[in-house]
């Protein structure tokens, strides 16, 4: 006895509602099948890697922590303006803005910049949303094996700007290279 039935799409689909036999009942080529797929993997080459004494190669696109970039004096180059928070699928990226004072001149670019600069790691979907909507160009996901480590606390996973902001060293460093280039 065959129902016809409409699916999803719209287009017919014919069901049949045939009498099982007994070894369909029960489920004994079902079963061999289940247990065949299960040999089958007994002798395919495993998978699992030795972490930490093995690392496992990274894609070629691959997108690794954040960082919030400085320009060639050292200055940081984040303006506050909100596009990386705004183009944020996953809501993670907080920021306060904040005005420059005199003597944090040589500190910030720009005449405002990010007070506050935060991203829950947890959220993060490693999208690089942020990264093409930033005018400034302050903030990239690094290409460096430099990953989110592991922890225990959920507020570990929220990085200020003390674990974001690019480290002076690295700056003059880049900086120099340029020159040399």
Not at 9 to 32: D, H, P, Q
Not at 57 to 72: C, E, I, N
Not at 107 to 113: D, G, T, V
Request: glycine share 4%.
């Amino acid at each position: 006895m065959s129902v016809e039935q409409l699916s999803l799409s719209g287009r017919k689909k014919v069901v049949s509602n045939k009498e099982m036999t007994f070894i369909e009942k029960m489920y004994l080529w079902a079963i061999i099948k289940g247990l065949l797929t299960t040999i089958k993997h007994l002798f395919r080459r495993k998978v699992t890697i030795k972490y930490p004494e093995e690392v496992r190669a990274f894609s070629p696109v691959y997108r690794g922590q954040h960082m919030l970039m400085r320009d060639d004096e050292g200055k940081e180059r984040c303006t506050a303006c909100g596009l990386c928070a705004l183009s944020c699928p996953a809501e993670a990226i907080t920021m306060k803005a904040a005005e420059r004072k005199p003597e944090e001149k040589h500190l910030y670019r720009e005449e405002k910049y990010a007070e506050i600069y935060e991203i829950n790691m947890l959220r993060c979907i490693f999208c690089g949303l942020c990264e093409e909507a930033c005018p400034k160009e302050a903030i990239y996901l690094t290409k460096s094996k430099k990953i989110v480590k592991a922890d225990y606390d959920r507020e570990d996973f929220i990085y200020g700007k003390d674990k974001l902001v690019m480290p002076l060293e690295m700056a003059i460093q880049n900086t120099v290279t340029n020159t040399i280039n």
